[in-house]
């Protein structure tokens, strides 16, 4: 498993330097969001993955401009930013995890996220966005709910989601365990 995934891996930057990639060529004029799934044992190593592309990114001066975005650090600086971390930490330890979800639902809404992360990308002019942290920000935010947000609003951004889970093409199942049964407009990246 191990070796499929560097196979795997080593796909990606090619993938996205590839011209087709940008323009949305040959995923027949659907949106361009793809998922990268993987073992959920393998998150420590597709973060240094990620970190590794975008430093060979960055050294291409010609190359897109390529934002991440990890999901459960834009949840904290949100939640900071609004003054709510803290008083939800709080919150958590004395009435328990029900109390705090519904709490927070408003403030994580997807609707809410999707628009944060799209001004985020707009400001920036990037090109491609890569956005993972989506198992640790699990279950304040749903993958499916996002996602759904998220198509209207970055329109010819490429979105690539790493994903510690299993992917079909159809449905995912968050750490392989966890099936959603929203269907998902969204490509495998690589195979």
């Given at each position: 498993?191990?070796?499929?995934?560097?196979?795997?891996?080593?796909?990606?930057?090619?993938?996205?330097?590839?011209?087709?990639?940008?323009?949305?060529?040959?995923?027949?004029?659907?949106i361009?969001?793809?998922?990268?799934d993987?073992?959920?044992?393998?998150?420590?190593?597709?973060r240094?993955?990620?970190?590794?592309?975008?430093?060979?990114?960055e050294?291409?001066?010609?190359?897109?401009?390529?934002?991440?975005?990890?999901?459960?650090?834009?949840?904290?600086?949100?939640?900071q930013?609004?003054?709510?971390?803290?008083?939800?930490?709080?919150?958590?330890?004395?009435?328990?995890?029900?109390?705090?979800?519904?709490?927070?639902?408003?403030?994580?809404?997807?609707?809410?996220?999707?628009?944060?992360?799209?001004?985020?990308?707009?400001?920036?002019e990037?090109?491609?966005?890569?956005?993972?942290?989506?198992?640790?920000a699990?279950?304040?935010?749903?993958?499916?709910?996002?996602?759904?947000?998220?198509?209207?609003?970055?329109?010819?951004?490429?979105?690539?989601?790493?994903?510690?889970?299993?992917?079909?093409?159809?449905?995912?199942?968050?750490?392989?365990?966890?099936?959603?049964?929203n269907?998902?407009?969204?490509?495998?990246?690589?195979?």
């Amino acid at each position: 498993m191990s070796y499929q995934l560097d196979q795997r891996l080593n796909m990606i930057l090619p993938k996205i330097k590839d011209p087709n990639f940008l323009s949305g060529k040959g995923v027949g004029n659907d949106i361009a969001f793809y998922i990268f799934d993987y073992a959920p044992e393998f998150e420590p190593r597709v973060r240094e993955h990620i970190k590794f592309i975008m430093a060979q990114l960055e050294k291409n001066k010609n190359g897109s401009k390529v934002m991440h975005i990890n999901l459960f650090q834009l949840l904290i600086d949100h939640l900071q930013q609004r003054k709510l971390l803290d008083r939800s930490i709080t919150m958590q330890q004395s009435k328990g995890d029900d109390v705090v979800m519904k709490a927070l639902t408003g403030p994580l809404a997807a609707d809410k996220l999707s628009k944060l992360i799209a001004e985020t990308v707009t400001t920036s002019e990037a090109k491609i966005l890569f956005l993972s942290g989506v198992g640790s920000a699990w279950p304040l935010v749903r993958t499916h709910r996002l996602l759904n947000n998220l198509h209207a609003l970055i329109e010819g951004v490429p979105l690539v989601l790493f994903y510690p889970g299993e992917y079909d093409g159809q449905y995912l199942r968050l750490f392989n365990l966890i099936q959603e049964k929203n269907y998902y407009r969204a490509f495998r990246l690589v195979e």
